[in-house]
């Protein structure tokens, strides 16, 4: 069975300091990526997607990135935290399905900037 | 741009009663639908979904209904258990495309 792991669960950083969450997907290959973000009070907000290794699609401009340098890993970084970027942020994928299937997520990771 | 949006915040239900939590969407391009399910710092859990050739699909206590014309989709739960009290959220997507897009959520509270 697929399952997906993120890491780390909770983190603590000042204003300035760099990121780097990361996110695995276990039984299954070639899966399309998602890194999405809930901030305080309000929805899923997508901020990066991808389909293969090395392809990136941005959703929103922000001072986030994210690459994905093996086919079921993908990391989310910064270079200089903003406190605006506190949230809970959520890993997810989808398969490559002939017809469109569901999204399953990780257990999340709450970022909390100071 | 909301194009998907769930106008409800919150719903309290009593136990064993109907639930139901609607969600409305802008572009008829989107052709699947989704319903999830979140606890507090937990990820989303899926619960159900239907696809746009379809007007109905039903799961045990949970039966999702998509009105094209009207571009609303609605989740029914019925009975309603306290376990169900949760954060709702909608989620549409064009087939052919990758883009997942949610609403904002719904919390429901189930009173028992």
């Known amino acids: 069975s697929q399952t997906i792991h993120q890491w780390p669960a909770t983190l603590v950083q000042p204003v300035g300091s760099p990121l780097s969450l990361e996110c695995t997907v276990e039984g299954t290959s070639n899966p399309n990526l998602y890194w999405y973000r809930q901030a305080a009070g309000r929805g899923l907000q997508l901020l990066f997607y991808?389909?293969?290794?090395?392809?990136i699609s941005s959703e929103v401009p922000q001072n986030l990135s994210a690459s994905r340098p093996q086919d079921r890993q993908f990391i989310l970084s910064s270079k200089k935290l903003l406190l605006s970027d506190s949230g809970f942020y959520l890993c997810a994928w989808s398969g490559d399905y002939l017809f469109t299937g569901e999204l399953f997520f990780g257990e999340g990771s709450r970022l909390t900037v100071l | 741009d909301q194009q998907v949006k769930q106008n409800s915040p919150s719903l309290s239900v009593q136990e064993g009663r109907i639930s139901i939590l609607n969600c409305d969407y802008t572009?008829?391009?989107?052709?699947?639908f989704l319903w999830y399910k979140k606890y507090p710092a937990e990820g989303p859990t899926f619960l159900i979904s239907?696809?746009?050739?379809?007007d109905k699909n039903e799961d045990g206590r949970f039966t999702v209904f998509l009105n094209k014309s009207a571009k609303h989709l609605s989740l029914h739960i019925v009975p309603s258990q306290p376990g169900d009290s949760a954060v709702y959220f909608c989620a549409v997507i064009t087939s052919g495309t990758y883009k997942y897009i949610f609403g904002t959520g719904t919390r429901l509270k189930v009173l028992a």
């Open positions: 991808s389909v293969g290794i090395g392809q």
């Open positions: 572009n008829s391009m989107f052709d699947y």
């Open positions: 239907i696809s746009s050739i379809k």
